[in-house]
């Protein structure tokens, strides 16, 4: 009940396209849900991240789509760039203290001019 | 300063050695964490640190030993490890131990021979 998933595995696109990562939940109760980007040699940092009441967020060229009677949320990346090529994880958490952060198994993007 | 900052950035060690791996940041946060993550695999939670107690220990073997001597600093000291243990250890902060908005540092590559 705890998992995470996330597809796709890799995700190959255009410089200029929208690249799409999708995730699922199993756990009702979790209550925050960011995403968080990697490049190599780098730990992760956090992209965006979106809580349950909200069914859309935007920060710039990124885009979090939440679908809650699904239990699925999504990153939406405009316009996308080289510079965009990282690995992006979702995640979530119940909030409050004592609870760990679950990921899922992470998306490896590369933006091709 | 919104860095976590950590040393050394990459160790190789024996499986008869015993090194450190040190975190720091100065963000005020007080809650902080050890992750190990494999290539090409989401990061695994080892410790969480809150308020400098630790309270999250997720079943690590005891040749990982934490210690959190004040707010700031993090260490993770390593003794008789296995090759199986190479891997890239992150240290992760944030403001409270509730594991909203991890703040990363860019991890020690480690390899053990």
């Known amino acids: 009940q705890q998992q995470v998933k996330q597809s796709p595995q890799s995700l190959i696109v255009q410089k200029g396209g929208i690249p799409i990562i999708n995730c699922a939940y199993e756990?009702?109760?979790?209550?925050?849900f960011p995403w968080y980007q990697q490049f190599p040699g780098k730990g992760p940092a956090l992209l965006i991240a979106?809580?349950?009441?909200?069914s859309e967020k935007k920060e710039g060229r990124f885009t979090i789509s939440f679908n809650k009677s699904a239990k699925q949320f999504s990153l939406h990346i405009m316009d996308s760039q080289p510079g965009d090529s990282a690995t992006y994880f979702c995640a979530a958490i119940l909030t409050g203290g004592g609870n760990k952060l679950t990921f899922g198994t992470g998306t490896q993007l590369k933006v091709e001019l | 300063d919104t860095e976590v900052t950590q040393t050394p950035k990459h160790l190789v060690m024996g499986m008869t050695n015993k090194k450190s791996l040190k975190c720091e940041q100065h963000m005020g946060h007080r809650a902080m964490y050890w992750y190990k993550q494999k290539a090409k695999k989401p990061p695994e939670l080892m410790f969480v640190?809150?308020?400098?107690?630790?309270?999250i220990n997720e079943s690590v073997p005891s040749r990982f030993s934490p210690e959190c001597p004040n707010s700031s600093l993090l260490n993770l000291h390593l003794h008789a490890l296995q090759p199986e243990d190479s891997a890239l250890y992150l240290c992760?902060?944030?403001?409270?131990?509730?594991?909203?908005?991890?703040?990363f540092g860019s991890g020690t590559q480690l390899s053990v021979l």
């Open positions: 640190y809150s308020y400098e107690k630790l309270s």
């Open positions: 979106i809580r349950p009441d909200v």
């Open positions: 992760a902060s944030s403001r409270t131990g509730s594991n909203e908005k991890l703040f």
């Open positions: 756990n009702t109760a979790f209550d925050y």
